[in-house]
């Protein structure tokens, strides 16, 4: 008799405990008129937390109806947690969406239609950002987004390697036979010494075709990857590496990344992201940015982040301020340039001529010189099946198992099967 | 609780074991029934639950990434368990002779089997370097000039093959010195005395006497060797150009990042019904080769 009463009284703990946890959580909610939204984010932890909860102090103090709940996952995470939220009815108020998700989450109608909240708000007006990086986030005549940040990929150069084998600096004109010209002179076997690095995989290869006036897709939506002129791009990528080898194969490289082996002094020019700038600051030699080569012309990379709002959230309103307060407010501006926390993408001459001045590398006009001539990836609804099945095809094609024609035929088939 | 009745103690029993069968139910054997049912549907998470039949078995069979990794698999199979089970018995039988530093030996063995399979990876990531690697470094010096391993499709396999033997054999070694403990003395002693050499002794004694270690390490051994994914993700992620794509791989990519659970679940039930019949098969098939004393 002694045990039952003593499990009769442990259940009893449990079920107040349980109770009271209830109870508090209605006390939080009702005392506080206060909105509370969730906003997700995977570029700020782990090293702009404190430059994100800045910006919501701002927000905050102006807007005292409202509290910001931040959640965080690294990049490798991020989509699973959210797909996982989405469907547990449990979806972030405002997340984070770079360009190549985004379709898949507006075709899904997964985001809350944003032109209706643009059209309520009189202090909106969509000339402040970059209509490029506007436009990049509206689908099917429809915006779903803000865009907050931009980056891009440019030609990383060393200097003293280009003065000691006596070849002139590159130049915004410049196409890839003057650089595979300029490696094949810095290129030297017995110091180790590699000419170019600019790899092989699915992000280069839709940029380097563009470069050749070739694209994945047509106008119409028609798959033309195994076209002439893409035959030929790939080509030329694929002799840097196994023709000339100006530039190392994987084996090669022995699994040093292509950042360590320019910070090494070992390597003439690389092809990266101005998202290097910090990590190359430390380098031991001179080094310079230069818009990327191209072929018949010219074509650029153009990486996009924006906050969108969630479909389900009965909180659009809050959510709309802070979407808007985050991505175009000057504060915001100023901050991502004074912690070079990505490139904001507003039109803003202020802030763009402090940028232009922050140093290492000199040559900064580059970066936006770069966006003359940016492109966008090609995306469509399965889009990692997309970018996995290409990328499988072009190591294929890497490692010699597949000519460059045979890898495009296959490429074709596969999204064939897939758009 | 003696006197009583057989029900009240059925009843105490089942309150006891309710919290952990609970845990079975909710977090087992739910998810376990619902990606069976799972394989008759496509969903991506974010919309609504689509009914599409027998559509996705129908695409395992046009589905050329899901061939090469149930090849990739089978190879890895084919060469990891015979392997690991002749060094797991080779090293049991010389821990179970007379050498000295025995217990030193035998945790060193022991010790890969303890350790993570992220560092274990990374350790042999850099042994077989083609450029800074001891591997390589070791066969230079018999004059041979040693392949990219985990660079080369052709050998990206046999380098995580050879990783995989290396950190098991520990384990096998355990479970085979356990069974060689059990071979009782007298009878080694009296064909010694019948005159059997070693050799002999070890072919129509010891191998006989150890099949139930033998038989238990292959059930298990390939089980888990289908479902071989922590080396392969930590090593190569299924390259270079896809050579060492494995089932789990697929089963992870398509969930999670192609998200598209229905196939997904798929494969994954494919993969239990490959475990589940050849684990039968073993067990039917024992009867010609085990022997219990």
Known sequence: MRKVIIALLLIAGVVMMAGAGGLKENIVTTDLEKTEITYFTF????????????????????????????????????FNKLQVNIAGKLAPD?????????????????????????????????????????????????????????????????EDLFDQAGVGYPEESWTWEDAIGAAKQIRDEDKDIWGLFSDIQ???????????????????????IDSPENIEALQNMLDIQNKYNIM????????????????????????????????????????????????????THFFANALVISSSTDKADAAWKWAKFFTSSNESAKMRIRTG??????????????????????????????????????????????????????????????????????????????? | MV??????????????????????????????????????????????????????????????????????????????????????????????????????????????VISSWIAVALLWTWMFNPKFGLVNYLLSLLKINGPAWLYDPSWAMTAIIITSVWKDTGFVMMLFLAGLQDIPLNLMEASS????????????????????????????????????????????EGGPAGSTSVLVEQ????????????YASTISLILFLFILLITLFQILGQKKWVYYE
Do not use: C
């Open chain 2, 251 to 262: 089963i992870y990519k398509n969930a999670f990042r192609y998200n598209n659970m229905g």
């Open chain 1, 43 to 78: 570029s700020a932890a782990p090293d702009h937390l404190d430059h994100l909860n800045e910006m919501i102090a701002i927000f905050e103090e102006e807007n005292k109806d409202i509290t910001i709940k931040v959640e965080t996952a690294g990049w490798d995470d991020y």
């Open chain 1, 341 to 419: 926390w990505e490139l904001p993408t507003i039109s803003d001459p202020d802030a763009v001529s402090a940028y232009l001045t922050a140093g290492n590398p000199e040559n900064r006009q580059a970066v936006f010189n770069s966006l003359k001539y940016s492109i966008v990836p090609p995306v469509i609804e399965r889009q990692n099946e997309l970018q996995d099945g290409i990328g499988l095809l072009l190591q294929k094609a890497e490692l010699g198992t597949l000519t460059a024609v045979e890898a495009l035929s296959q490429a074709a088939e596969l999204l064939e099967d897939l758009k």
């Open chain 2, 3 to 112: 006197g009583e009745s057989n029900i009240k103690k059925a009843l105490w029993v089942s309150f006891f074991i309710f919290p952990s069968f609970a845990g079975l139910i909710i977090f087992t054997i739910i998810p376990i029934l619902s990606s069976f049912s799972l394989t008759f549907f496509q969903w991506d998470l974010i919309t609504p639950l689509e009914f599409v039949g027998f559509a996705n078995f129908s695409r395992l069979f046009s589905d050329s990434l899901f061939r090469d990794a149930l090849g990739h698999t089978l190879s890895f199979i084919g060469g990891y368990i015979p392997l690991v089970m002749i060094s797991g018995l080779l090293t049991a039988v010389l821990m179970n002779s007379r050498i000295r530093a025995k217990g030193f030996f035998r945790t060193a063995f022991f010790i890969p």
């Open chain 2, 193 to 236: 005395i019948d005159g059997a050499a070693k050799i002999r002794q070890f072919f129509s004694l010891t191998l006989p006497l150890l099949s139930p270690t033998t038989f238990f390490v292959l059930v298990i051994s390939l089980i888990n060797s289908f479902q071989v994914f922590d080396q392969v993700w930590a090593m190569t």
């Open chain 1, 94 to 158: 405002v997340f984070e969406l770079n360009y190549e998700n985004f379709v898949t989450y507006a075709s899904k109608g997964a985001l809350y239609n944003m032109d209706t909240l643009a059209a309520d708000d009189s202090s909106f007006s969509a000339d402040i950002y970059y209509p490029r990086s506007y436009g990049s986030f509206s689908y099917k005549n429809t915006q779903y987004g803000l865009p907050e940040t931009f980056s891009t990929v440019v030609l990383f150069y060393n």
């Open chain 1, 248 to 299: 190392p194969t994987d084996a090669q490289m022995g699994g040093v990344s292509d950042g360590d082996l320019f910070m090494s002094g070992k390597l003439g020019m690389l092809v990266s992201g101005i998202w290097m700038f910090g990590a190359f600051s430390e380098a031991d030699f001179d080094w310079n940015i230069e818009v990327e080569p191209g072929m018949s012309k010219k074509a």
């Open chain 1, 202 to 224: 699915f992000w280069e290869f839709y940029k380097k075709i563009a470069q050749n006036g070739g694209s994945v897709f047509d106008g119409a939506g028609n798959v033309v």
